[in-house]
């Protein structure tokens, strides 16, 4: 079974960079694209970015294109984001998840197991 761990979560004033790590168990874990969604108060879990099982491809929300870049290490069984010049608008708490449904990486429902999730809060 897969179980990803999120870690890298914080405080962070705006303008300002913070790195997400979530490892993942599973042999397989390199066949799957892994994403990242996030969730602010009072709001829905929103789509953040995904990379594809070989690294090669991304593709990120529009709200977070040129300041948040994903990765992972196959090696590690390891998924990165890195955030850059953040925004207070940035604060919530943010999930990585695996994808099983190639169809919309954009919903919520291509993805079958989540991490419980790392706080992330840009003050101003």
């Known amino acids: 079974q897969v179980q990803p761990v999120e870690s890298g979560g914080g405080w962070v004033q705006a303008g300002g960079s913070l790195r997400l790590s979530c490892a993942a168990s599973?042999?397989?874990?390199?066949?799957?694209?892994m994403g990242w969604f996030r969730q602010a108060p009072g709001k829905e879990r929103e789509f953040v970015a995904v990379?594809?099982?070989?690294?090669?491809?991304?593709v990120y929300a529009d709200s977070v294109k040129g300041r948040f870049s994903i990765s992972r290490n196959s090696a590690k069984n390891t998924i990165y984001l890195q955030m850059n010049s953040l925004k207070p608008e940035d604060t919530a708490i943010y999930y990585c998840?695996?994808?099983?449904?190639?169809?919309?990486?954009?919903?919520?429902?291509?993805?079958?197991?989540w991490g419980q999730g790392t706080q992330v809060t840009v003050s101003s």
């Open positions: 998840a695996r994808a099983s449904d190639s169809s919309d990486y954009y919903s919520e429902a291509s993805y079958d197991y």
């Open positions: 599973g042999r397989t874990f390199n066949t799957y694209a």
């Open positions: 990379v594809s099982g070989s690294g090669a491809v991304q």
